[in-house]
């Protein structure tokens, strides 16, 4: 009885505790789903973590891109750059046309000469009957000559005509190829402009991105406080149920404290109830912050869009480059065919050259002829006196003949004097308008330069960067407009020979180069220099280019060592096909220890603008060694480039002594 009575209290006392374990089990299922929702925020971490990736990829392959740009823009510059050599190319042909035209005007006066004597002859006719057969049959001849040299000039004419009608069609061509040219630039500054607003609105997704990230973070700190108040509620729940059974047993025993248990049960209860509804909000949170997510992966996803519409519109933009690029090439092999069709005209002079020294040769002979003849002449003298008043005729008319041809020549003459002024005019117009684009680029520099130092507190690090961009660019076109005044003033400035000292020239540039040189540490030495009968300044310019250029293109960390020396030689001597063998020349070489470059590239580098290296290594114009091919060629001399690379350079310059 005793027993029973023990065992039913107890079965109704662990009914709540059945009910408590229950409870327990919920709560274990829920934190296994918060466990599970914390796996997935770790995984949509990862994702977004992949995505930022994605991003800064995308970011790289854009600043690549810009980089692929700029090299293109370079390009064109230097495409640019080529079509002004040709035009001075182009330039220099009609300067040859204008020289051809004046030997043609001379040889003109020539046939004045020789009309003028035959009118003598005509004279002497009238006096002498003897010699009329011979003058008679010397007209002929001459009326011939004259006839064939009246169809050469005329066929000369519209040659030259057709020759000015190409130079304007061509200069209409490059009008139209500048304008496609400047739209092209304008072209690609709109785009630069484009993908500045699309970098700037990656740099604010990213800022969102970064922004969202710390949410996040904020979001995993509060889940890992509510996961350790949770261990900390298990661990206290724990506690209650060891105090629950201790209280179970005691209850067998104490009746009277099951009344006292009981109500701490209920406030254990609400307790519990209470948590469960902080876990259920917590629950809702996370749905919250899973919405949340999924609308961040959307946008991510948009801009993803965004990407890929960028890089398709980047793909068009490079295919309307590749185009602009085959346009430049077939213009340039344009160019080349009319420069083929130029040396064409230029040997078709040749050979009237040829063939009008052929002529007079020819005309020696016959003269020889007519002194054998000259005893079969005077039998034909009986014959001359009926002749007489045909001889008159034909007299008239070779006077109207010469009349027509004097009225030629000074049409010729006035073309001529045509051509020398608009090859002035052009002269002068490269001069003028280098001195003119000095100025406002002064006016830049300086603006620039007052802002730098006047408002460069109010300037953010980026504004700065722009204008030190700014001053790079303009001192780069300032030292490409001096080097094409340069240029020019070799071709144009009065040439004064002076026998020279080269050893003064020498120490010349070393003063002008002391800065480089202590910099460098460099070593010139010049050895057994000979006296030079050369034009001063554009020698002492020609010997600044190659000395500096061994400086600039020398090895870092070792001391640049540049070695001048001259001789007095034959042409034979020197083995070299170009020259003269009987001639004597001054063979001056410039040897240096630099960089050097490769074998293919020794006539490459005497070319205008012609660059081996990225601005970027060696700054330059590429116009330095065609100054001092010009120099040498102004002084009817040779220059030759011979290098390997990481070998030095050495140049060879032979001038008539």
């Known amino acids: 009885m005793k027993t029973t009575k023990l065992t039913k209290p107890t079965s109704l006392f662990h009914l709540p505790a059945l009910a408590a374990t229950k409870k327990d089990l919920a709560r274990s299922q829920k934190s296994d789903k918060l466990i599970i929702a914390n796996k997935e925020l770790a995984f949509q971490n990862d994702e977004k973590a992949k995505r930022a990736a994605e991003l800064i990829i995308a970011n790289k392959e854009l600043a690549f ?15 640019n750059k080529e079509l002004a050599f040709q ?35 005509n004279k002497e006719l009238a006096f002498q009957n003897k010699e009329k057969e011979k003058r008679a049959a010397e007209l002929g001849i001459a009326n011939k000559e004259l006839a064939f040299q009246n169809d050469q000039k005329e066929k000369r004419a519209e040659e030259l005509v057709i020759a000015n009608k190409e130079l304007a069609y061509q200069n209409q061509v490059k009008e139209k190829r500048a304008a496609e040219l400047v ?14 607003k699309r970098a700037a609105e990656l740099n604010i997704a990213n800022i969102e991105l970064a922004y969202q990230n710390d949410e996040k ?22 506690k209650r149920a060891a105090e629950l059974s201790v209280a179970n047993k005691e209850l067998a025993f104490q009746n009277k404290e099951k009344e006292k248990r009981a109500a701490e049960l209920s406030i254990a209860n609400k307790e519990l109830a209470f948590q469960n509804d902080q876990k259920e909000k917590r629950a809702e949170e996370l749905v919250v912050a899973n919405k949340e997510l999924a609308i961040q992966n959307q946008v991510k996803e948009k801009r993803a869009a965004e990407l890929n519409i960028a890089n398709i519109e980047l793909a068009f933009q490079n295919h309307e480059k590749e185009k602009r690029a085959a346009e430049l090439n077939i213009a340039n092999i344009e160019l080349a065919y009319q420069n083929d069709e130029k040396e064409k005209r230029a040997a078709e002079l040749i050979v009237a050259n040829e063939e009008l020294a052929f002529q007079n040769d020819e005309k020696e002979k016959r003269a020889a002829e007519k002194e054998k003849r000259a ?8 014959e001359l006196a009926f002749q007489n008043d045909e001889k008159e005729k ?85 030292t490409l407009i001096e080097d094409l005044l340069a240029f020019s003033r070799v071709n144009t400035a009065e040439r004064i020979f002076v026998n020279t000292d080269l050893n003064v020239i020498i120490e010349e540039v070393k003063t002008e180069l002391k800065d480089s040189i202590e910099e460098k540490h460099a070593v010139i ?55 003269s063998p009987d001639k004597k020349y001054c063979h001056i070489a410039v040897t240096d220890n630099g960089i050097g470059f490769e074998p293919k590239f020794n006539e490459r580098i005497f070319e205008v603008f012609q660059k081996l290296h990225d601005k970027e290594e ?40």
């Not at 891109?65 to 495409?79: G, H, M, P």
């Not at 182009?90 to 006066?109: M, T, V, W």
């Not at 034909?394 to 009349?403: H, S, T």
Request: charged letters at 30%; hydrophobic letters at 40%.
């Open 87 to 121: 035009n001075d190319e182009k330039e220099k042909r009609a300067a040859e046309l204008g020289i051809a035209n004046k030997e043609l005007a001379f040889q003109d006066e020539e046939k004045e000469k020789r009309a003028a004597e035959l009118g003598i002859a």
């Open 394 to 478: 034909r007299a008239a008319e070779l006077n109207i003949a010469n009349k027509e041809l004097a009225f030629q020549n000074n049409e010729k003459e006035k073309r001529a004097e045509e051509l020398s002024i608009a090859n002035k005019e052009l002269l002068a117009f490269t001069y003028v308008s280098s001195h003119d684009l000095q100025e406002p680029l002064r006016k830049i520099q300086t603006f620039v330069s007052r802002i730098a130092e006047n408002e460069s507190a109010n300037l953010t690090d980026k504004g700065k960067e722009f204008f030190r961009r700014i001053q790079e660019s303009a001192k780069r076109m300032q």
């Open 618 to 657: 060696f700054a330059g114009t590429g116009i330095g060694l065609a100054i001092v091919k010009k120099i040498v060629e102004n002084h009817n001399g040779i220059i030759t480039a011979t290098s390997e690379l990481n070998k030095g350079a050495r140049f060879d310059i032979y001038i008539p002594a």
């Open 525 to 579: 030495e010049a050895v057994e220099l000979c006296p030079v009968n050369v034009i001063r300044f554009q020698f002492r310019q020609l010997m600044l280019n190659l000395i500096g250029n061994a400086l600039k293109f020398s090895v870092p960390q070792i001391p640049p060592h540049i070695k001048i020396t001259s001789t007095i030689e034959t042409g034979s001597q020197l083995k070299n096909e170009k020259l």
């Open 217 to 238: 973070e904020k979001r995993a700190a509060e889940l890992g406080v509510a996961n350790k108040e949770l261990a900390f509620q298990n661990t206290e729940k724990e």
């Open 183 to 196: 739209v092209a630039n304008e072209e690609l500054a709109f785009q630069n402009t484009e993908k500045e």
């Open 65 to 79: 891109q810009n980089k692929e740009k700029a090299k293109r823009a370079a390009e064109l510059n230097i495409a």
């Open 375 to 382: 005893a079969e002449l005077i039998i034909a003298n009986e």
